[in-house]
């Protein structure tokens, strides 16, 4: 089970809340949707009982979560008679209820288990097991919403696939933080930038207690042909890597933005990135050691 997102950030509830239940044949993908799901910001629980469905929207709903997806297959099969029922109770409470049902040719089926050596829940030979789980599952099929034949996808492409259909692939977002190299550079970033290069504010008494989100220390810092340049390819850089994260199906990328002291330049670049790169949903979540208590 995968910890909650709180209760104000961006898995906060704010209106219909997608409940997805994802459903299929062992072997056909679960595991890598219920991942890209938890990647995006769900809840996700594996391997939960229908009769329990009702109970985790309702507490979810009650802290405030926003998105919540579950697992329910062939290893809950002594709780799959509660199905019918407990799907009929559940949409009537939320409008926003979708079954996806993942499949696949049995031949795939069974060559995904001997590549990963496990043994099917169902634990007779596999051929018959496929066999006996597609019967098995047959009702969780009628109530899907979407059939997924993963035979040919790759994870991939099946991630990309549920993403675009849940209207999630935009969920991508590109975080900034401002810091100062004296301080050392933040630890927990994928790219580390080095703005030095740039004026120096500091050195202007009148701009020295200010800080980077002021337009007059931000028009210093950027002053010049060649401080221009150096920031078109900085912004061109960010772009790139984010774009290239997000076509390899993660849902964020952070940069770390360094000046010497963490008050005006880095300041000022990250102010300028999110307003530059705003296709990319970019958030400033942190000027580190940004202080604005220097007069």
């Known amino acids: 089970m995968s910890p909650p997102p709180g209760g ?11 409940f997805v239940v994802v459903s299929g044949l062992s072997g056909s993908g679960k595991s890598t949707v219920l991942r890209a799901l938890e990647d995006a910001g769900f809840f996700t629980t594996d391997n939960l009982p229908p009769e329990l469905w009702g109970t985790l929207h309702d507490l979810a ?19 799959l008679s509660a199905l019918e029922d407990s799907y009929a109770r559940l949409s009537r409470r939320e409008e926003n209820l979708r079954v996806l049902y993942l499949e696949a040719e049995a031949e795939v089926l069974i060559k995904r288990f001997n590549f990963t050596r496990r043994e099917h829940p169902l634990g007779d030979t596999l051929l ?17 919403d979407t059939v997924i034949d993963t035979t040919t996808l790759s994870a991939k492409d ?8 849940l209207k999630l692939d935009h969920d991508f977002r590109l975080r900034l933080m401002s810091f100062g190299f004296k301080h050392a550079p933040p630890r927990d970033v994928d790219l580390v930038l080095d703005v030095r290069t ?18 007059a220390v ?10 221009e340049a ?5 912004r061109d850089f960010v772009r ?18 360094g000046c010497t002291g963490g008050q005006h330049r880095s300041v000022a670049v990250a102010a300028r990135l999110t307003q530059d790169l705003a296709d990319l949903n970019p958030q400033v979540t942190d000027h580190r050691d940004m202080r604005e208590d220097l007069t």
């Open 218 to 227: 931000a028009a210093y810092a950027f002053e010049g042909e060649e401080s």
């Open 61 to 79: 709903r009650a802290r405030g979560l926003r998105r919540i997806a579950v697992t329910t297959d062939a290893r809950t099969r002594e709780f």
């Open 128 to 144: 018959v097991d496929v066999a006996r789980e597609r019967d098995l599952l047959a009702p969780l099929r009628a109530l899907a």
């Open 8 to 18: 104000s950030g961006p898995g906060a509830y704010t209106g219909a809340m997608p």
């Open 240 to 257: 790139t890597a984010a774009e290239r994260a997000r076509a390899a199906g993660r849902h964020g990328y952070s940069v770390g933005i």
């Open 198 to 215: 740039l004026p120096n504010p500091y050195y202007d008494p009148e701009l020295r207690p200010k800080t980077g989100l002021d337009p």
């Open 158 to 165: 099946l991630q990309a696939r549920v993403l675009s259909l």
């Open 230 to 234: 150096f920031y078109a390819s900085l």
